[in-house]
């Protein structure tokens, strides 16, 4: 799979995964490949650089520069508040959050707000069984 950074002639950016660049061609040229905001389909890649994983950063060097629209800045930093004032008022629990969340739900721990991680099965499950879950969205420069 590869993910290529798109922009649409009416200048906005986005991006998309394809299983490969004869792929991304294949769909462009066909005209499946649209822009989620105006939905032209005079779309090409943008100049993007690469995400190099493992190193070290040399003293002072941040992580890499994401560059976005007013819009998507707005709801970047929306999610960052949300999860600042999440993490502020609840108890992490890990790996032990199916667990722990569930016994909540059964009145067999006392009942307070609780933050952890669950496998997409294990939220299935809590789910299932009326347990309230919500998945917290990973903000791009944490998911490497």
Same mark, same amino acid.
């Given at each position: 799979m590869i993910k290529y950074a798109l922009g649409c002639a009416e200048g906005h950016a986005f991006e998309s995964w394809f299983p490969d660049s004869a792929a991304y061609e294949k769909q462009r040229k066909r005209g499946l490949v649209a822009c989620p905001e105006c939905n032209s389909t005079e779309v090409d890649?943008?100049?993007? #650089?690469?995400?190099?994983? !493992?190193?070290?950063? #040399?003293?002072?060097?941040? !992580?890499?520069e994401i560059v976005v629209d007013g819009r998507r800045r707005q709801a970047r930093e929306f999610f960052t508040r949300m999860r600042r004032e999440i993490e502020a008022n609840t108890d992490d629990v890990g790996s032990k959050f199916p667990q722990v969340a569930r016994a909540i739900h059964l009145g067999e721990e006392p009942e307070r707000a609780i933050r952890g991680r669950a496998t997409l099965e294990e939220a299935r499950s809590l789910a299932e069984d009326g347990v309230g879950v919500f998945p917290l969205p990973m903000l791009e420069d944490e998911l490497n």
């Amino acid at each position: 799979m590869i993910k290529y950074a798109l922009g649409c002639a009416e200048g906005h950016a986005f991006e998309s995964w394809f299983p490969d660049s004869a792929a991304y061609e294949k769909q462009r040229k066909r005209g499946l490949v649209a822009c989620p905001e105006c939905n032209s389909t005079e779309v090409d890649k943008a100049i993007m #650089a690469p995400a190099v994983v !493992g190193g070290e950063r #040399a003293a002072g060097e941040s !992580g890499p520069e994401i560059v976005v629209d007013g819009r998507r800045r707005q709801a970047r930093e929306f999610f960052t508040r949300m999860r600042r004032e999440i993490e502020a008022n609840t108890d992490d629990v890990g790996s032990k959050f199916p667990q722990v969340a569930r016994a909540i739900h059964l009145g067999e721990e006392p009942e307070r707000a609780i933050r952890g991680r669950a496998t997409l099965e294990e939220a299935r499950s809590l789910a299932e069984d009326g347990v309230g879950v919500f998945p917290l969205p990973m903000l791009e420069d944490e998911l490497n």
